[in-house]
């Protein structure tokens, strides 16, 4: 497979949390594409969504700088962080972000793109949710942007936050519009947790535009 990480690269300038970002990823997103065999997909189908940059991010990333008083000085987890804007835009605003993604390359991106923006570095770490290598209660904010985009991330996040949110601990997901992502709302509240709809916006990046929920989620009593 071509080396996507030393090539040529492209730049992206998006607007959110009170400045422009400045953000790399691959150039050659079509080849990236295009490579994935059976050996990559695999069971886990590993697609290069790591090398797009979501609305959903852009939004949250918003949601992020206006709720700097929150999240400044705490210990924060950022999920799926791909390129890392949401993080870099966190460590920005005095958070202490680990970030992480189940694949490498984004995470060479990512780093790159936090000296890019002249932010210090979150703690970027390669790994898989279902298996988090995390302290127990050691965050008091979560957060992630377009990650519940199949039903079977569900049982695996779910565990997560148990594992390593801190009591009275928050979490925000942004999530387009969709009906895959419906039913993760009433399911979290039957397992104990409390939900709200604070924000819905629209958002745009890299040609797109989607409309974008800012759920938050904290625990209920029986958690």
Not at 24 to 29: M, V
Not at 30 to 51: H, K, Q, S, V
Not at 169 to 189: C, F, H, N, Q, Y
């Amino acid at each position: 497979m071509k080396d996507y990480v030393s090539g040529e690269r492209e730049l992206i300038e998006v607007e959110t949390a009170g400045r422009v970002w400045k953000i790399e990823r691959t150039a050659d997103l079509e080849t990236l594409w295009d490579e994935i065999g059976e050996d990559e997909f695999g069971d886990d189908e590993r697609l290069p969504y790591w090398a797009e940059l979501w609305p959903a991010s852009v939004l949250l990333g918003e949601w992020l700088y206006r709720n700097a008083d929150l999240i400044k000085g705490r210990k924060c987890l950022d999920l799926g962080c791909g390129l890392g804007l949401t993080a870099v835009i966190g460590q920005s605003l005095g958070a202490e972000v680990v970030a992480f993604d189940y694949e490498l390359p984004p995470l060479y991106f990512a780093k790159d793109n936090a000296f890019s923006n002249s932010t210090s570095q979150p703690l970027w770490l390669q790994m898989d949710w279902r298996e988090p290598s995390l302290a127990e209660n050691s965050f008091d904010f979560i957060w992630g942007g377009d990650i519940l985009y199949e039903k079977r991330f569900f049982d695996p996040l779910e565990k997560l936050f148990r594992r390593v949110l801190k009591p009275g601990g928050t979490i925000w997901m942004a999530e387009p519009v969709r009906d895959v992502s419906v039913p993760v709302w009433e399911k979290l509240e039957a397992l104990g947790w409390k939900t709200a709809l604070p924000l819905t916006e629209k958002a745009a990046c890299c040609n797109a535009e989607m409309t974008v929920n800012i759920r938050e989620v904290v625990p209920g009593k029986s958690i």
